[in-house]
Each structure stands twice: as C-alpha cells, then as structure tokens.
C-alpha cells in the first residue's frame, strides 16, 4: 500500500550542513521544514567523509570537526522541530498546476509541498554495491549494504564483507554480549587481514577473533549459490587461489559510500556544468518556489564553502516566503532583541533594564 502523501510548507533535500542551517533559517520564519536524505543520519559530507577533521573556517567558531559542526547545527535547529526522512531518496521533482510541488522518494513516499529547497550537495550518498553478477536479486532480503535489525539475522549463516569500521562495528554490534538473537555463525570477508578503524574496534573485533566467536576469511567474493531463489552460499576466492563454498544466509557487504547526483538533471531545472544555476537575489532556480542552496547550485562567483552555503539559506528562506505564507509580510528581526524569535527559539528574552 502506498505511503499517504505527505503536505508541507518546506521540504528540504539534503541533512547536510547547508540543509540544516536552512531548516533555522525558516524556523526563524515560523515555517515548519521536512528533511529528507538518502544517508541513515544528519551531516552529509560533513559527516561521511571528515567526520573527525578540524574545520577553522566557520565564523565565529575557531575549531570545531565535521561531526562536531553537526551536532552543533542539530542542537540549533532543534527547537524547530523539523521532521527527518532518514533513509529516502529523492526520484522526482514535478511543480503542479497549483504552484505546489511533488515529490517522490524511491521508497514510494510522496510529499506536496509549497516550496522546495534543494541542498543536496555533491549528491545522494549511496553504498556501493557488491560487483558480483546476479546477486543484486538479493538486495533488501539476503544482501545489505546496512546492518539491518538484528534479531533478523538470528540462527542464520552471517557474512560480513568489508574492511572499514563499519564493517568491524557491525561484527561487534552483531556478537554483542547482549544480543539475545544469535546468528548460526559470523565470518568476516575482506581481501586482506588489514583493517581500517579505529584502535579500540580492531582491539574488540581481535578478541572476538581470538575466541572463535568470529571467524575471517581472507578472500574476495567472486559468485554465489542459490536454490529456487534463495542464496545459500557464496563463492570465495581465497589468499591461495582456491575457490570455495562460504555458506551465507545473510550477508552484509560494507564497502562504502560515493555520491550519486541522481535522476535531478530530469527534474527541469535549468543546469551549468551539472550544478543547478540559480539568481544570487533569493538563490531560486528557474522554476517558482523552487531554490537550490549550498554545494549543489552555481552562479558567478560561487564558492564551495559552508558559510557561503548559509548565507545562501538565509536569502532562500526569505524568497520562499511568497510561496509559504503569501498574505504574510516578512520584516527582518534580530534574535538578539525580538521576543517573537525568543518564543520561537524557546529561550527567555532578557529583562529591561529598570
Ligand atoms: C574533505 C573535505 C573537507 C572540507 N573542508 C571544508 C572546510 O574546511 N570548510 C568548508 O567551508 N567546507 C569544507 N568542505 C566542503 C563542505 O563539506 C561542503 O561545502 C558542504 O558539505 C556542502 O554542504 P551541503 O549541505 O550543500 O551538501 P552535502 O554536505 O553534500 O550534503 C548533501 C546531502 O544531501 C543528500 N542527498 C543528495 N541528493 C539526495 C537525494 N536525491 N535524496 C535524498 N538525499 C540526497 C546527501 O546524501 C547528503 O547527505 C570540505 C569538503 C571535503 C570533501
């Protein structure tokens, strides 16, 4: 059965750093925002690909790291209660005959909103997918690129492949002490014993090793085994050039992440070298009620930094504001002095003084 469709004053593609700033933005403007992001979280590539590196060029905040900017950011927004769509992708963008526009997740959820932000970066990130020919029948039952719930896994044949933290982090989550739904057995697969996580993951996933709780095959997989659709093994070649038989009922590939720009260039909007071109007046695209933000839009002088991307969010608010609340006449108030964004922001405004 369908998702219901979902109506909305503001939707925002994207939970990256622009995309959230955007939701303060029209917070601030009484306008209520749903995020959607194809990632499980908050923080785009703040968070996926320097998530620990030491950022110094957000104003006002001498240091801080990609994760630590977005905790920030979340805690800022958090008095708007903006309502997160983990987890979708954004197919189809379509502007109806009453202004309003459409939108389609691949996961079937549709939304109708009265303005749209688009902030989607570098693009969706994605999991790459396992290369092997014909195992895609298998994704979402028998192959994730997640670690799904565990007690689905229970009394099942688990393979975990990769070498990254995710990887280790989902062998220790899947063998947790208090998993009370224990799989049949777990194997880890990665081409090589090196691993690249952090030293207290390698620590816990080696003790796990060394007690047999875990076992690891160095090897790549190379083919399956199936009967009448269902996959029971996997093909492994391994570090001696033999192929064999790896019984899996479950496998969890972790091979990470690359952007994907997606269907957006069939959305129409008007595009430059593959970036939404937008005016500097209101950062709208070409078509009404649509506005594109952040790493995603050009124009002349475009820069890929945060800070330009919240400035962008700022003026895009204020341009949406004739498609959210058109009877409504927006004047600029400071946080520091109105009480109206006080109440907003659920904080006390300051006692005059006597
Ligand atoms: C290594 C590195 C270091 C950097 N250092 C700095 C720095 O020091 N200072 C600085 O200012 N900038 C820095 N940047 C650039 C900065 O990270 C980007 O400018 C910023 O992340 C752009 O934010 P954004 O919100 O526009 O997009 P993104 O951060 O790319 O977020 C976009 C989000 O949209 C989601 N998305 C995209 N398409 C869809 C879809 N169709 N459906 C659902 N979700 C979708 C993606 O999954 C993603 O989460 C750095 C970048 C890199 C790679």
């Not at 820069?303 to 927006?330: Q, R």
Request: glycine share 10%.
């Amino acid at each position: 059965m369908a998702a219901p469709l979902i109506e909305a004053d503001a939707v925002v593609i994207g939970a990256g750093p622009v995309g959230l700033f955007q939701v303060f933005q029209l917070g601030l403007l009484e306008v209520k925002t749903h995020v959607i992001d194809v990632l499980p979280y908050a923080g785009g590539q703040c968070v996926e690909l320097y998530a620990d590196k030491p950022i110094y060029d957000i104003p006002a905040v001498p240091v801080t790291t990609g994760s630590g900017l977005t905790e920030s950011l979340l805690q800022q927004i958090g008095p708007f209660g903006a309502q997160m769509h983990f987890g979708r992708q954004v197919a189809s963008v379509q502007r109806q005959d009453d202004s309003r526009i459409h939108l389609t997740t691949t996961s079937g959820q549709a939304f109708l909103t009265k303005a749209l932000f688009i902030a989607s970066g570098v693009g969706a990130f994605v999991a790459r997918s396992l290369h092997v020919d014909g195992i895609a029948q298998f994704e979402g039952s028998q192959l994730h690129y997640r670690t799904p719930p565990v007690d689905s896994l229970s009394k099942r044949h688990v393979v975990i492949h990769g070498g990254s933290d995710a990887a280790l982090e989902c062998a220790l989550q899947v063998l947790a002490p208090d998993n009370t739904h224990r799989p049949a057995s777990v194997t880890l697969v990665h081409r090589r014993d090196v691993f690249v996580a952090e030293a207290d993951t390698l620590a816990r996933v080696q003790a796990l090793r060394a007690s047999g709780t875990l076992r690891f095959v160095a090897a790549q997989i190379t083919g399956f085994e199936a009967a009448d659709g269902v996959l029971k093994a996997l093909q492994i070649l391994d570090a001696e050039g033999k192929t064999r038989a790896l019984p899996a009922d479950q496998v969890l590939a972790f091979l990470g992440v690359s952007p994907k720009m997606g269907p957006i260039a069939d959305w129409g909007l008007a595009m430059e070298r593959k970036q939404l071109a937008v005016n500097t007046e209101d950062f709208g695209t070409n078509v009404p009620g649509i506005f594109a933000v952040g790493d995603i839009n050009t124009y002349p002088g475009k820069k890929k930094l945060i800070l330009c991307g919240f400035h962008e969010a700022t003026l895009a608010a204020y341009g949406a504001m004739p498609f959210i609340f058109p009877e409504k006449k927006v004047m600029l108030q400071y946080t520091t002095t109105s009480p109206r964004l006080h109440a907003l922001l659920g904080v006390q405004t300051p006692q005059k003084n006597a």
